[in-house]
């Protein structure tokens, strides 16, 4: 799940963005979250079908917002818009009968999973690591601050 995505940062502005992103992230608080229920891309054009994240959204929008405002003191802007509290679970295959997908998601809708705290973030940066291979690598692992505020 993306928080922000940053494009092609140079190792100098990497190295910027983590030190910013790890002041800042002393203040940010730590969420409880889980997965549970799910839902479907409303476009034609993407049968993707999503796990949708749980608990404390509000406490995580601090983080979700937080990212942004850190990276534009440097000068690094990112698309506010791409945070969605969702994962991607799967694509449906357009063969796939109605009477077959309609039990799957309503199993899928009632799934309510173990909850966690949130005590990290990640900042991915590009990787070629050949065919087959993710195309990003952890460049730094950011802590939280803050257990979850009352």
């Known amino acids: 799940m ?3 995505r ?3 940062l140079a190792h100098g502005d990497a190295e910027r963005l983590a030190a910013a992103l790890t002041e800042a992230a002393r203040e940010w608080p730590s969420p409880r979250l889980r997965l549970a229920g799910c839902a479907t891309a409303e476009a034609e054009d993407d049968p993707s079908v999503w796990v949708e994240l749980a608990g404390d959204l509000d406490v995580l929008g601090e983080v979700v ?3 942004p405002r850190s ?3 440097l000068r690094l802007y990112v698309d506010r818009r791409v ?3 969702t994962i991607r679970l799967g694509t449906v295959n357009p063969d796939t ?3 077959h997908l ?3 998601l ?3 809708a009632a799934f309510e999973g173990t909850p966690w705290q949130q005590d990290s973030v990640s900042l991915l940066t590009h990787a070629d690591r050949g065919p087959g291979a993710p195309p990003f690598k952890t460049y730094a692992e950011i802590a939280l601050g803050q257990g979850l505020r009352p």
């Open 2 to 4: 993306d928080l922000a």
């Open 6 to 8: 940053f494009g092609n």
């Open 65 to 67: 917002r937080g990212v």
């Open 71 to 73: 990276a534009a003191d």
């Open 83 to 85: 945070f969605q509290p």
């Open 97 to 99: 009968s109605v009477e």
């Open 102 to 104: 309609e039990p799957l």
């Open 106 to 108: 309503t199993e899928l």
